[in-house]
Every structure is written in structure tokens, then in C-alpha cells.
């Protein structure tokens, strides 16, 4: 008989250790694990680690195998691992209805739970009772689930397992916008239930995710039909939450030990190395003691000074833990194992040697990981004044099975047994090389014959959409439905994946269905979304963005692949050529790099070698032969609300002209027709209006609301989109303006008393009203008509127009909306898209984005109540509704609000450096704030202002957001429709400013010329033609130009919030050196530095909750440089500053000593005029902070005053 190794005794010894404090718990029958001795219920986190040893182990057998007995014992231990992962796949599928739920809720009673009977696989709580959705536990479980099946385990059997594991791909998909329970079963740290966004939550999502996709569940003896699809979007969505997160684990947790589980073995979840390590060495400065690391700071399980009676803590209470926090060995395994990862010797050795200075021995030699060490109650004094220095005692479990496991697994791995490979087959560790750089792949196609000639004509070589046959081009939506029968299992009444929109990462893919392959266009170019696609500057913008996203984060094999279809729409106005921006950006295309991406344009069938594909093998026929079966053919369809209200003209270049057998054709064909027909009983506007057309005056559509209001008694909206505050614009010359004729100003300010018309009876005479349809000058006409009605009668009322029954109300308006869109008025869009309460489609996804990115929001104008906080995902119906309720009878500004929502999302994705040290977007408020700019800009009425905001095409409504977010200048063009326009008011377009106060066109002259070649080409005998020359363009600023400069400044910074870097520590440090601070009559008190620490998301969002009190967005951030020099107390040797102090005094005072100076200069009342609301100068608000008459030197100085008493007697404060 052949002699035993020395690594086969060594093995031997790992196999018994393994036995007495594991594989002795399992239970016989389900598999599971119990917590411990005492604690006889299954975690499922708790589970699958403890479980890792044994497949480890199960490794280092077959690998290092003396004889066959080892290779008997390889299989023994692996099929322990295949009878615990069947066991809480079990317990899961019994909870398949809370699956299918939680799908569509995300809801916290709707979740998996996280523990389960041991010996029944049974629940042991209900709902309620516990904090049981922790998306991390069930990502862990597919992420070894993946990993084991790629090192040849078989841990699943059937094909309806397989469904439950694409839904369960569904459950955690949506991990970055979810607010979980995370690790510790707690959500916030002060353990009253409350969920957050958990970082680890996140990031073990991400990594399950990317394992999981395109992996055969069956291993080598699968097919297509057990392969597993994730959606890229979803995956990118984690990465960028993460990035945007971390170092900081959640709201109330500045960092967590339980990071290391995604920043290392066995996630992997960060590309980013220096993200890595920064936060690696966050945890170790802040939280590794002698015995391992705390969890969090100021965690208070099982310290002396936490009460077992209750499980919350007191917001004051958290204090009482700080420095006396548990510590927990299983950390120092973390760091073990990532040591040998990174290959780093002398990490690994110290920590293998402070791991062995720490693990409890049994007289048999059995070493055990205890579950923490606490300090022992008679020394916490002792400990609070010399942290780490007293020696803790054993608490909670021995052996803390999860510690254990790992444990032995980095032993394994630090001897030799295991190459870190063996335990990562799917190359998890290698996520944080680089990979060279992407070439984005452009297909550029013609949507019709005609159009492709055009393009010819500009030497454009590109095929039109029936020329790439085979090859088959789709809109994206359809897409989006063809996913929605992806993981649809009868059996288990799973319904597959929800409705939603697929991102651009998921569109430039190439996908064969049937064996077939299919195109799909990137669903901003799709014509059913709401606006945004009708203005070809703002499909230019999208695109670029798309393709620098596209460049930046694209990580699977093959190129991207982006479908850019030219339609009709794209066209010039006469139909006669290519819109010159598109054409521009063709041309920019064909350059080969675009906003920084490489770019390669081509014809689709040259890039089927080089692109990436995917095979949906899910659409394949099921056993009886049939894709649609009665049984889903409705479920798998869109929601109605999300059907669209039109098909657009352009859907009938990718209908499918197909064999009656073709049963897939068939089905996108149906996807494809599935809108509702456009009416066209809309008639024509008339140039010639009948003697008594009731809007045969001059009106505005306030004096619809008004008529209508007195008609049926509603009350006109009380808010406004302009900010009433005085700008000092009296001496500004307007920037690059073509001024608006004097007549046309008349016009705006006119009011006039409108009134309905009425029967014999004297009651509204409806039909009539009708009939004024025919004689309406213009598109604004008919839309203040159909407003009556809609109010009046309601939108399902049938007008009966021309004798033709069933035109609805609602039907006319949506023949309006398409109209309109024709001819880009966008004013009335937004007023038609407010009467019908649209809902832009991605409207629920911009929203998480910024949620999910740690931003607030808030919709309506300020102050509260009418001003609505918005702190967690809702779905797409439900916010549509609070935006609406929020804006009150404003149904405009409810539709901006959608709108400036979706471009802050963008913004956040691809420029997240603008939301620095922002915490809530106030977008009521940065409506008004961009409607008051442009009054700046323009020099014109708040009211005129509003309304030239409105009519701002969405590519400038999207830029001026950008000059408010980055506090850029910027300039204003307005110019004046023709008179056969159908216009309401005046264009106007916005540019950048340069330092010369010009924009950069203006710099070279080519915008002057264009003024005067304006002026020369109108008619002066036309009404709508400019009065005055262009002689209001200037090159240059005059000094008087530069006045309101910081005032507009600060506006814009306390609208959105914006703070300096920093900020929330420095006034945590100041709160701990006096009793509070007040603001506008609130308090912020010091004692919540005892719940929060510095660096708390939380924190700061109860500051800004505080300031965010203050209305006047220019006096909050005079507030805020106040509190800025008061935290410079903070650094002074002094133990208080007093009690509470009073921020708003501080202000006031410092205005007086600027008044003072002022005076003393010889300034008049009329430079000095005060500000009504705040009683400040508007001089001061204006002034620059910095130099002698500078607000700091004012704010210096009365907070030197203010505090006087308690500085020290040595030093000048105000130097």
C-alpha cells in the first residue's frame, strides 16, 4: 500500500478540522447549515460561505489526490456542496410567488427571505418580523452558483430550475436602485427597520450578474435552452452606483468591513484598482483593531453599552459605542484570501499570523474562529480614553461557521493546495485589468429609397433598411418585448422578465432569434418617445453621448454595433435635403472619432464578423412547436400603459413581408402594429377666420385659463416658473439678440377678457365651439379650444366634428400633438403633452439614476408642502402622478419637470462631476432659476421669460441646464418667426460664452454677419420683422455689464444646491463645539453628532434639510459662506464657541458693517437698495467674495465679533 504524502496528511488534518466544526452541523436531509449550536435556523449567506471550505476542499482532493480514496472524498465533499445549494434553492422555490412579485414592487414585504427552517426548508418569520430583503445573500447564492458550475459541479437539474434562476437574475438586476436590509440584516445603523442603498449589496449584484451571463446551467451536458441572459444595462447601471459610492458603504455608513467581500474575493465588483485600494485602506485605518475590524463605526451589537431588551437604538445612543465597537476575525480571512490574490506575501503572512494569535483551541487541536471580540463591560472606560489597548473577551458564536470557512479556504489557498484560479473559473480577479480601447461600429441606414438618394447626392454610400437582408432591422421596443418572454415558465407561473426599456449597451449587440439576425436602433431614435426625438439637435446630442458611453464602459467581446437610421423626420422642412446637423455629424462619423470615441462607420452585413453577438435561444419553439401560447400571449405583451399612443409613419420600413408560417415574423409584425392608428379629423387651420371666431383678438393662454377657470370655478395656479427678484439689469446690454419688434411686446403684455360662446339657453354652446375648430388661424388656437373641452367636458367626450362619430376629445389632441411636432412649435408640445399627461417612457429610470447616485429630488415649486421630496425609486405611473400633483394646474411645468428630469439623469451618467457636493436637485427650483436667467439674458419680463422657456427646443432647454449645473455664461439668441410661421412666439437659442463675454462664433464675426444679413433679407414692411439694426451685438464687456454677476452666481449655487468641498464634515466638527446652529429659525443641533459621523450621507442630507428651508436660493448661500467661515472655529484651540449661534444674525451683521463702508464711500440709497424678503443689500449679494469690500472679509469680521468671548486671548481671528 503507497504511503500517504506529506500534503495528503496535511489534507487529511483540513478534512477532519472540516468535519467537527462544519460538515457535523449539515443537516441529512435539506443540507442546510444551522447559524450555530444554539441558533437552529438557515441563513442563506451565512450557508453558502460556510459551505466554500468544503468545495475548496473538495478541490484540493481531486487536484492533489494520492489514491483513489482521495478522489472518493473529492466526490464526497462536493456533492455536501451540491446538497446545501439544492437545499436553499428549494427553500427558494417555495417563495416563487414573492419572486414573481418582487419583479414588479421591489417592495420590502414582497422579498425572498433570508433565512429558512434547517430541517424543513420552511420559513421561520413572517414577512415582517425581519429585515429579510438583502439583495447581497440571494447575489452570493447565484454567484456561486455560477462559479461552481463552471468548476464542474451539476447543481442544477430541470429546465424549470432553470427558469426560477433567470428570474432570480430579474430579482437582483434591479440591485442599484433597491434599499435593502445589506449584511447585517439592519438597513440603517440605528436599527429601526429602515432600508438604504448598501454598497455591498450593489457590488455582489454586479459580480452575479457578469458570472451568470451566457452560462450554461447544465455544464457541458447543456443546450441553449439552459443558458442564462443578462442584460448589459442593468450590469453597468451597478458599476456606475458603486463608483459613484464608494469609499462609503450606505447612507448611514460612512464605511463597512462587509466592502471587502466585493472589492476582493469573491466579487471582484471593481474595475477601478485605486477605487480598490482606497477603500481597502479606509476600512484598515478606520476600522481594523487587534482582534480583526468592525463592522462600521459606532456599531453597538453586542457591546457592553448595548440594551438586549430592545433591538433599535436611540439617535443619542450611538455615541456611547464609538471606540468600543466589537471586532470580527472573519475580516482578517478577507484580507487573507485577497492577499494571495494579489500575490502578496507579506500580506498574507501577517495576517495568517494575527489570525493565528487569535483563534480559540480545543484540547484536541482543533483551531476555531470566534465570531467577534468585544470589550469586557468593567473596562469600557478604560478603552474610551486609550482605544485598542484593552484586552477583549470571545462573544457570539464558536465557531463562527462563515469565519471558519473562509478560514480554511485561505489556508488552503496560502499552502498551496488551491490556486486562486480553481476557486475563481470565471476569472472574477481579473476585473481590474485594462482593456485596450473600443472601436464603435456605426451603421448608418436610409428608412426609405428616397432618402438614400439624398444622401447620394452628398457622395453618402449608405443602404437603405430593406437592403441589409438578411439581416433584419427593428426599432428597440421591440426588443424590449421580445426580453419580456425571456424566463416565462408556466409551471411556476413566472412571467419572465418585466417591461422595461433596453439601454443603448443592450442595443448594439447583434442577436440571432431562429437563426436569424437582428438589428435593433437605439431607442432614443425611436419616434414614439415622447419628444425628445423630434428635434434632430437633441438626436445629435444623444447619439454622442451614446457613443462615448458606449467607448468608455464596453466590456464584452466583439465591437459594439450602433444602427443610426436617417428618417423623415431628419429632413429639412421642404423634404428636399438632409438636416444639417445630422449631415455635419455623419461627416464626424466618417472622421473616425466622435466626442473622444472611435468611431467606424460601414454597412451592416461588413461588420457581422467583428461585432458582438448574443443568441436568444429563448425565443426558439417551446415542446409543442408554438412561440405565442394562449397562456402568455397577453402577459408577455406591453403594459397598456406603455403602449404608444401613435404609430409613427416610419414604422412601416421595418414591417416584415414574411411566410403565413413564419411565426416570429408574425409576432413582431403584431408588436409593430399593436398602436392605435393616428385620427385625421383634425381639420386644417384657416387664413381667413369668420367674422366671429371667438379668438379673433390678441390672447394669451392665461386668458384661457382664465375664462375657463371662471366657467367652471377652478382656481388658477398660484405659482410661478419665474423667480420674482430684482436682477440688476438696467445698465446690460443683451448678448447676440435680434430684439423682439415693440408691436410684438404690445401683444405680450395685452390682456383681454375672452368669453364662450353660448346658446339660446344661455349655456356654453358646445357644438359651436366646435365648429371655431375649422376657423383657428393657428395650431395654439385650436390646442386653447380643445383645452376648454378637455376641462369642460372631459377628454373621451365625442365632439362629433364633421358629422363623424367617435372623435374623442382626446383623439383631436393627439392628431394636435403630431401636428405640432411637424412643425417643432415646441411651447405647444409641452402644453398639448400636459392635457393629455403624458409620461416620458424612461421617465422611472432617470428618476433611480439620480436617487441611485445618492441625489434627492424634489418636484413642484418651493416651499413645502406644494414642493415633493422624492428619496426612493417609484414606479413610472405612480411618479408621473406626483409630478402632476406637485405642479397643480400647472400642467406645463409638469412636463418640464419630466424633462429637465431626464436631462439631469444624463448628465449624471456621463458628467457626474457636476453634481459635486450636491445632495438634493430642488428642479421646481432650477426651472425658475433658468427662467430668471433668461430674463437676465434677454432683459424682458418674468412673464416673458417663462414663455420663451417653454419654447425652447429640448437640445437648448438641455444646454441652458448645462450652463445652470456648470455656472458657465452663457448667450441668448432670439430671433422672430416668419409671418406665415405658426408659431406663438419668438425662437430663441442658446451659446456659449466665451471669456470674452462672446460667444466663440461672435469672436470670429461670423454671427454678426449673420444678424446683418438677417436685417437685410426681411421685409420691413413686415409686422414680425425686427425694428431695430443689430446693433445691439457687442464684442465686448463693458464693466457696468459685469454687475449682477455674483449675484447670479450664488443664485445659481443656492438653487442647486451646491456646497464647497468638505462642507458637512467641517460643520460636523463646528456642531461639536457649540450647542447648534440656527437657520432661518430652525436649529441644527449638536446632538446629531452623537447619531452620525462625519463623513455620513446622512448627515448631510439632514444639513441640507435645514437649509434647503431657506426660499431664497441667493440668501442660502450667503447662509452657507457664513457657516463656511464658522467652521474655522472649529480648528481653533477652543473647547466651545457658545450655544446655539444664530447664522441668519451673523449675515445681518456683516451687511451693516458693508453698508457702513459704503456710505462711507459716498454710495446712495439707490446703489444701497435693500433686498425686501431678506433685508440685505442687493450690493452685498452681488459683491465678490473675496478682496477688502469682499463678503468674506464682512462675514470674518462678524464672526469675530459674534463670538468674541470664547476665542483665545493670543492671535488675530480676523487676519
Not at 646 to 653: F, G, L, R, T
Not at 688 to 698: L, Y
Not at 1011 to 1019: A, D, I, T
Not at 1130 to 1142: F, K, M, N, R, S
Request: aromatic share 8%; glycine share 6%; charged share 20%.
Amino acid at each position: 500500500m503507497r504511503s500517504r504524502s506529506n500534503s495528503g496528511v496535511r489534507l487529511d488534518g483540513y478534512a477532519r478540522l472540516v468535519q467537527r466544526t462544519i460538515l457535523c452541523h449539515q443537516n441529512p436531509v435539506t443540507g442546510l447549515l444551522p447559524a450555530s449550536v444554539d441558533q437552529k435556523d438557515a441563513w442563506v449567506r451565512d450557508n453558502v460561505y460556510s459551505i466554500l471550505a468544503i468545495w475548496g476542499l473538495g478541490l484540493a482532493y481531486r487536484k492533489n489526490a494520492d489514491r483513489d480514496e482521495d478522489k472518493a472524498k473529492a466526490y464526497e465533499l462536493e456533492q455536501s456542496v451540491v446538497k446545501l445549494m439544492r437545499g436553499l434553492l428549494q427553500c427558494m422555490l417555495r417563495q416563487v410567488e414573492k419572486v414573481e412579485k418582487f419583479k414588479q414592487s421591489q417592495s420590502t414585504k414582497d422579498s425572498l427571505h433570508a433565512k429558512y427552517n434547517t430541517t424543513t426548508c420552511g420559513t421561520v418569520v413572517g414577512d415582517n418580523e425581519w429585515g429579510h430583503l438583502q439583495v447581497d445573500a440571494t447575489s452570493l447564492y447565484l454567484l456561486f452558483l455560477a462559479q461552481m458550475t463552471a468548476s464542474g459541479l451539476r447543481i442544477i437539474f430541470t429546465l424549470d430550475e432553470v427558469s426560477f434562476i433567470q428570474n432570480l437574475v430579474f430579482y437582483i438586476e434591479a440591485a442599484y436602485k433597491v434599499a435593502d436590509y445589506g449584511m447585517w440584516e439592519r438597513g440603517d445603523k440605528m436599527n429601526q427597520g429602515i432600508a438604504e442603498l448598501n454598497a455591498s449589496s450593489v457590488g455582489m449584484a454586479k459580480a452575479a450578474l457578469e458570472a451568470i451571463d451566457e452560462l450554461d446551467l447544465f455544464g457541458a451536458c447543456g443546450g441553449p435552452r439552459s443558458v442564462i441572459h443578462v442584460l448589459p444595462d442593468e450590469v453597468q447601471q451597478c458599476q456606475s452606483i458603486l463608483l459613484s459610492m464608494l469609499p462609503r458603504a450606505s447612507t448611514s455608513k460612512e464605511i463597512d468591513a462587509g466592502l471587502l467581500s466585493i472589492i476582493s474575493y469573491p466579487a471582484f465588483a471593481i474595475d477601478d484598482i485605486d477605487l480598490v485600494n482606497v477603500t481597502k485602506n479606509e476600512i484598515i485605518t478606520k476600522l481594523q483593531g487587534r482582534y480583526g475590524c468592525c463592522r462600521f463605526l459606532r456599531d453597538g451589537y453586542k457591546t457592553p453599552r448595548e440594551d438586549p431588551n430592545r433591538l433599535h437604538y436611540d439617535s443619542a445612543e450611538l455615541q456611547l459605542f464609538e471606540n468600543i465597537e466589537c471586532e470580527w476575525p472573519v475580516f482578517w480571512t478577507y484580507l487573507l484570501i485577497d492577499g494571495v490574490f494579489k500575490e502578496d506575501k507579506v500580506q498574507v503572512e501577517e495576517y495568517r499570523e494575527a489570525l493565528e494569535e487569535i483563534l480559540i483551541r480545543e484540547q484536541n487541536g482543533i483551531r476555531l474562529v470566534p465570531e467577534l471580540y468585544a470589550v469586557p463591560a468593567e473596562k469600557v472606560d478604560e478603552e474610551y480614553k486609550n482605544p485598542h489597548t484593552v484586552d477583549r473577551v470571545v462573544k457570539g458564536k464558536l465557531p463562527h461557521m462563515w469565519g471558519q470557512s473562509l478560514y480554511i479556504l485561505g489556508s488552503l489557498l496560502s499552502e498551496g493546495f488551491l490556486a486562486p484560479g480553481e476557486i475563481d473559473p470565471l476569472s472574477r480577479r481579473l476585473s481590474t485589468i485594462g482593456r485596450p480601447d473600443v472601436v464603435v461600429q456605426v451603421s448608418i441606414l436610409a428608412e426609405s429609397e428616397k432618402i438614400k438618394n439624398i444622401l447620394a447626392k452628398h457622395n453618402l454610400d449608405v443602404e437603405a433598411i430593406p437592403d441589409v437582408l438578411p439581416i433584419r432591422v427593428q426599432p428597440g421596443r421591440i426588443l424590449s418585448h421580445i426580453y419580456a418572454k425571456l424566463g416565462c415558465n408556466r409551471n411556476l407561473n413566472l412571467s419572465g422578465r418585466p417591461y422595461r426599456h433596453i439601454g443603448v449597451l443592450g442595443t448594439s449587440k447583434l442577436y440571432v432569434i431562429r437563426n436569424q439576425t437582428f438589428s435593433f436602433i437605439p431607442q432614443f431614435i425611436d419616434q414614439h418617445q415622447f419628444y425628445l426625438a423630434l428635434d434632430n439637435r437633441m438626436i445629435v446630442e444623444m447619439l454622442r453621448t451614446d457613443l462615448a458611453y458606449l467607448f468608455s464602459t464596453w466590456k464584452m467581446t466583439g465591437r459594439p454595433t450602433v444602427t443610426f437610421p436617417i428618417t423623415k423626420n431628419m429632413l429639412t422642412e421642404d423634404g428636399a435635403d438632409i438636416d444639417s446637423n445630422i449631415l455635419g455629424t455623419i461627416r464626424k462619423l466618417q472622421d473616425g472619432y466622435l466626442c473622444g470615441a472611435r468611431v467606424k462607420t460601414g454597412k451592416l452585413s461588413e461588420f457581422l464578423i467583428t461585432s458582438c453577438y448574443t443568441n436568444l435561444s429563448f425565443m426558439d419553439p417551446g415542446p409543442d412547436g408554438f412561440l405565442l401560447d394562449d397562456y402568455f400571449s397577453e402577459g408577455s405583451f406591453t403594459p397598456t400603459t406603455e403602449v404608444p399612443e401613435s404609430v409613427s409613419a416610419h414604422d412601416s420600413c421595418y414591417k416584415n413581408d414574411v411566410d403565413t408560417e413564419d411565426e416570429l415574423m408574425q409576432y413582431i409584425n403584431h408588436l409593430l402594429q399593436s398602436t392605435t392608428p393616428v385620427s385625421t379629423r383634425l381639420p386644417p387651420t384657416s387664413r381667413n377666420p369668420g367674422m366671429h371666431h371667438m379668438f379673433d383678438t390678441e390672447h394669451t393662454t392665461k386668458d384661457v385659463f382664465t375664462m375657463v377657470a371662471k366657467a367652471t370655478g377652478l382656481e388658477l395656479p398660484s405659482s410661478s416658473i419665474y423667480l420674482p427678484m430684482k436682477v440688476p439689469v438696467a445698465h446690460r446690454k443683451s448678448l447676440n439678440l435680434l430684439e423682439v419688434s415693440k408691436i410684438q411686446k404690445v401683444k405680450l403684455e395685452h390682456r383681454v377678457d375672452l368669453s364662450l360662446p353660448k346658446n339660446a339657453h344661455g349655456d356654453i354652446d358646445f357644438a359651436s365651439l366646435v365648429e371655431h375648430l375649422k376657423e383657428c388661424i393657428t395650431l395654439q388656437d385650436q390646442a386653447d379650444i380643445l383645452y376648454i373641452l378637455h376641462v369642460i367636458k372631459g377628454p373621451d367626450w365625442d365632439t362629433n366634428i364633421g358629422g363623424q362619430s367617435g372623435t374623442t376629445v382626446r383623439s383631436l389632441m393627439t392628431e394636435l400633438y403630431g401636428k405640432a411636432g411637424q412643425n417643432h412649435e415646441w411651447g405647444l408640445i409641452r402644453y398639448i403633452s400636459g392635457l393629455l399627461r403624458k409620461r416620458i417612457e424612461v421617465l422611472a429610470e432617470a428618476c433611480t439614476d439620480l436617487l441611485s447616485h445618492q441625489k434627492q429630488l424634489t418636484v413642484g415649486l418651493p416651499p413645502e408642502p406644494r414642493e415633493r421630496i422624492i428619496t426612493t425609486p417609484l414606479p413610472p405611473d405612480e411618479l408621473a402622478e406626483l409630478i402632476y400633483e406637485a405642479s397643480g394646474q400647472d400642467i406645463s411645468l409638469a412636463v418640464l419637470t419630466q424633462e429637465i428630469m431626464v436631462y439631469l439623469a444624463m448628465y449624471v451618467r456621463t458628467q457626474p462631476c457636476l453634481f459635486a457636493e450636491m445632495l438634493r436637485l430642488r428642479i421646481g427650483l432650477i426651472i425658475q432659476v433658468m427662467a430668471t436667467e433668461l430674463a437676465y439674458s434677454l432683459n424682458c419680463s418674468g412673464e416673458e421669460a417663462s414663455e420663451n422657456l417653454m419654447n425652447l427646443c429640448p437640445f437648448d432647454m438641455k444646454k441652458l441646464l448645462h450652463h445652470i449645473l456648470s455656472g458657465k455664461e452663457f448667450g441668448v439668441e432670439k430671433s422672430v418667426r416668419p409671418i406665415d410661421s405658426t408659431g406663438i412666439s419668438p425662437a430663441i437659442s442658446i451659446h456659449e460664452v466665451g471669456h470674452t463675454g462672446a460667444t466663440k462664433t461672435e469672436r470670429t464675426g461670423i454671427n454678426k454677419l449673420k444678424s446683418e444679413m438677417r436685417q437685410q433679407c426681411s421685409s420691413p414692411s413686415s409686422p414680425t420683422t425686427s425694428s431695430s439694426p443689430a446693433g445691439s451685438f457687442s464684442a465686448t464687456l463693458n464693466w457696468d455689464e459685469r454687475q449682477g454677476q455674483w449675484l447670479r452666481r450664488r443664485r445659481l449655487d443656492g438653487a442647486i444646491n451646491r456646497v464647497p468641498m468638505g462642507f458637512y464634515e467641517k460643520v460636523w466638527k463646528l456642531l461639536q463645539k457649540c450647542h447648534g446652529l440656527s437657520i432661518d429659525g430652525f436649529v441644527l443641533p449638536s446632538s446629531t453628532t452623537r447619531e452620525m459621523t462625519p463623513q455620513e450621507i446622512k448627515f448631510a442630507v439632514h444639513v441640507e434639510s435645514v437649509l434647503n428651508r431657506v426660499p431664497q436660493p441667493e440668501y442660502r448661500q450667503l447662509l452657507v459662506e457664513t457657516i463656511l467661515v464658522l467652521t474655522m472655529l472649529a480648528e481653533l484651540d477652543v473647547h466651545t464657541v457658545g450655544g446655539v449661534i444664530c447664522v441668519d444674525h451673523i449675515v445681518h451683521m456683516a451687511n451693516e458693517y458693508f453698508l457702513q463702508d459704503q456710505k462711507s464711500l459716498g454710495a446712495g440709497d439707490s446703489i444701497l437698495e435693500m433686498d425686501t424678503a431678506t433685508r440685505v443689500c442687493n450690493l452685498f449679494y452681488d459683491s465678490a467674495p473675496s478682496g477688502n469690500y469682499g463678503t468674506m472679509t464682512y462675514l470674518t469680521k462678524a464672526v469675530a465679533s459674534y463670538v468674541q468671548d470664547f476665542l483665545p486671548n493670543t492671535g488675530c481671528f480676523v487676519q
